[in-house]
């Protein structure tokens, strides 16, 4: 029988924490995300502004979540060097980076201008 509903968010909250406590990357990224959220008060952003950061913070932090996924496979079934566990693990790292770089962007696009708008008011 199918687990009730409580015990499968249970495991999806467990499988959040161990990416946290096991990664690097995703403390990087929840750093980044918590000065994007002060940021993001002091400037007064728009609500559609919090929207697509919201939206840019799931994505990255999904990914990394997927990735971390993939690298535990990829070590459950090929523990010794293949070629196509390469790039397994690379593309889904290459995944993570693109979502990085274009949130990274995005966000200049939204935080610089108004910053400026602010200093300069
Ligand atoms: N079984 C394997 N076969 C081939 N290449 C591998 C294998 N395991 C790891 N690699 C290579 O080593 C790189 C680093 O793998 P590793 O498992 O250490 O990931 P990681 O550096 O911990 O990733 P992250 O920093 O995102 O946690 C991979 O991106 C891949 O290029």
């Given amino acids: 029988m199918k687990d009730p ?3 499968s968010l249970g495991y999806a909250i467990n499988g959040i924490k161990t990416c946290i406590q096991k ?5 990087i990224h929840l750093f980044v995300m ?6 993001g008060f002091l400037l007064k952003i728009s609500i559609i502004q919090w929207m697509i950061c919201l939206l840019l913070f799931a994505l990255v932090i999904g ?12 070590d459950l079934c090929s523990p010794t060097y293949h070629p196509l566990a390469k790039i397994a693990k690379d593309t889904a790292a290459g995944a993570v980076l693109v979502s990085a770089i274009f949130a990274a962007i995005i966000g200049l696009m939204i935080f610089v201008p108004r910053f400026f708008e ?3 008011q």
Wanted: proline share 0%; hydrophobic share 55%.
């Fill in 23 to 27: 990664e690097r990357n995703i403390k």
């Fill in 63 to 74: 990914l990394e979540l997927v990735n971390t996924a993939i690298e535990a496979v990829v």
């Fill in 118 to 120: 602010i200093v300069f």
């Fill in 34 to 39: 918590g000065c994007v959220i002060v940021c």
């Fill in 5 to 7: 509903f409580y015990k």
